[in-house]
């Protein structure tokens, strides 16, 4: 059985990226599509290698029961575009650094995330990292709506 491997990118990774790897993998699971969907995620920079996500994402994302504390950030290499199916970034900043580092055989598989959430009119998820509480509600949101988006993609696209 051939697995689709989905890596989420954000600048960090340790807001929106791990926020969008905990929900859109607990949605796989609850389809049980956990053998069929690889989920990770990584961070354009290296400032929090090894590092669990933001204890604020984590608090957010616990109360709508996502759990991300066994997650932990890591950094996007180009192997990532030869491991990955999709390598979605969370805004067009990260798009312009993980294209920097893509092989031209595989940009087709870089894309914004939120390309999966055409009705939220919006393209980039916004970085919460220095806004409160509401910031992270926001973004969980938008990540909400857009991994459904990418699940019923993936669903389509790859027959599952």
């Given amino acids: 059985m051939e697995q689709t491997r989905v890596l989420f990118v954000c600048l ?9 790897h905990g929900i859109f993998l607990r949605l796989v699971e609850e389809e ?6 690889l989920v990770d995620s990584a961070g354009t920079h290296a ?12 608090e957010a994302a616990r ?11 890591r950094r996007a290499v180009e192997e990532d575009f030869e491991r990955f199916d ?15 580092i893509c092989p031209t055989h595989a940009e087709h598989k870089l894309r914004l995330f939120l390309t999966y ?8 998820v916004p970085d919460p990292y220095y806004g409160g509480t509401a910031g ?5 949101d938008i990540i909400e709506e857009a991994a459904r988006g990418l699940l019923s993609e993936i669903r389509r696209e790859r027959g599952i």
Avoid: W
């Avoid at 049980?32 to 969907?37: D, N, P, Q, V």
């Avoid at 999709?86 to 920097?100: G, I, K, P, T």
């Fill in 12 to 20: 960090g990774n340790i807001c929106r990226s791990p926020t969008a």
């Fill in 32 to 37: 049980g599509l956990a053998e069929r969907i």
């Fill in 47 to 58: 400032y929090h290698i090894g590092e669990p996500p933001d204890r604020r994402a984590q």
């Fill in 63 to 73: 109360k709508r029961g996502f759990e991300l504390n066994s997650l932990r950030a």
């Fill in 86 to 100: 999709y390598v979605l970034a969370m805004d067009r900043s990260n798009f312009e650094h993980l294209r920097a």
């Fill in 117 to 124: 959430a055409p009705d939220l009119g919006v393209d980039e």
């Fill in 136 to 140: 992270f509600e926001r973004v969980l």
